[in-house]
């Protein structure tokens, strides 16, 4: 009778699990946006939540806290992007003056001329319509252009995507606690204590990484800058130090791929400062490897500062927070950037370190089962 | 509706005892708690009700905190399950139980199960421990009010060791 009832109870729990996952499938296109919202604001602010717990044991008020953490980094933030926009316009206004001035479709065609008789040189490839390349690169700035016209428009939607992540992250941070309370209490009298137990890993564990990779960020941002001026008084001519720095430092919060999505914008503000130099051209790493433009230098700069992070910094600052074996980081951002693109990839650890408390816990709870 | 506006906008003014705070004010614990930190740590508790022969928790299963009785009765039981098991202490309204799991993260060294309908009111380790991020000097307060309480459980098991030791 009692197997029998058993039965019945599985069934009727399967029915139910199918009706929530057929319900969740319908009106997901709906929510998946204010989703992704909270995610990030559960990020936010699960960055700041230590922030703000400092100030309210120094301050001891919650909401004034809160108030100077968010109003610090809104400002941190409006600085940097103001400061940004009007490095890139300086950056672009050079830029096109160079086009004008100092002959630079000549500048390129040659370059390219001397690209293809070097590379025809070792291998043997197709010939190569050199004086098409220009007006190529003019089709290619139109592109551009255009692209930055549709981008105008996303860019409206972001800042209303901002502005909610911001309040959900205010008031997020303001009633965290009390929010976690709320939520624990649904969890059954027997699981309790196990429950709050792996809340508390979970938050633990989450808070750590961010914080971890927000502080390694933080030291690959300088170490690049300090490596970009070294560069740069060797005469790499490099511009936009501060904000190729920061990029570089915000790249690596992705692992494996960031670094090198980090020397990106080095070596394009390097190949665009220096076209038409000369000494540039021919510059040489350690007098030895020809490195044009700087580009073996600014990679073996990063290379360097990645090594010192790697094996320095983050072992000290951040320790074994999360402690994944490397195949399974690459496998779990294989996994992130295929379902959801960059930004999966940068969520694809912290989720992983998640899954792996979680079922630590599962396996310690399934281990003393009858001890609850 | 005008009045549930009112009640909402001034209810920080109801400076009303809550029943939670009545109850904890009592014990050892939060003792030389003023009432603004009472009300602090009463939005820390857990409010859990339990039916007659449920188990709060097992023998032996990892411990998370301390449990407050409101209302009902609990039976703290040593032994195994299967029989030869003993009641160690009854336990009711304003009693609280399993407080050494608030400094350390050990097992279970007795059971603890509701006898009759209960409420409980739970203070886990790990508010305590954002408690004393939160606000150090009230966690120091209440870290050693619990070391007070510890001193005198031992002080009292070494009593009942002479005593035990001297009726030999």
Known sequence: MSQEKNYLQLIYRLILTVIAFGFLTIIWPYISSVITMLIFAFLFSTILLPLVDHLESQIKSRALSVLIVTISLISAIIIFLKSFASGMLGQAREFSSQIETKGYAENLNALAVRLELALKKHVNIPDIDSSNIVSKINDMVGDIIQNVVSLAGTIGGFIFTAIMVLIFTIILLANYHEFKKSLVQFIPNKYFEMGLRLVFNVERQVSNYLQGQLLAASSVAIMSIIGLYILNATGANLTLVVFIGIIAGLANLIPLVGPFAGMLPAILVAVMNNIGSEAALSHQLFSTVPSPFYILDIILMFLIVQQIDNNLVTPILVGESVGIHPLVVMIALLIGGTLIGPLGMLLAVPATGILKVVGREIMFLTRNAHLL | ?168
């Open chain 2, 1 to 168: 509706m005008k009045n549930a506006y009112w009640a909402n906008l001034f209810k920080n003014w109801d400076k009303t005892e809550s029943e939670t705070v009545t109850i904890i004010k009592k014990l050892p614990i939060f003792a030389d708690l003023n009432n603004k930190e009472l009300n602090e740590v009463s939005k820390l508790l857990h409010d859990r009700t339990y039916k007659p022969e449920e188990y709060v928790f097992k023998r032996h299963a990892p411990g998370e905190g301390m449990f407050i009785i409101q209302s009902g009765a609990v039976h703290i039981i040593v032994g195994e399950a299967s029989g030869n098991s003993q009641v160690l202490a009854e336990l009711s309204n304003g009693d609280f139980f399993g407080e050494m799991a608030l400094l350390e993260d050990e097992v279970r060294s007795a059971a603890a199960i509701a006898t009759d309908h209960s409420r409980l009111l739970g203070f886990f380790r790990s508010d305590l421990q954002i408690l004393i991020e939160r606000k150090p000097a009230l966690g120091n307060k209440i870290l050693q009010n619990l070391s007070k309480v510890v001193c005198t459980r031992l002080r009292k098991t070494n009593e009942l060791l002479m005593q035990a030791q001297s009726d030999k």
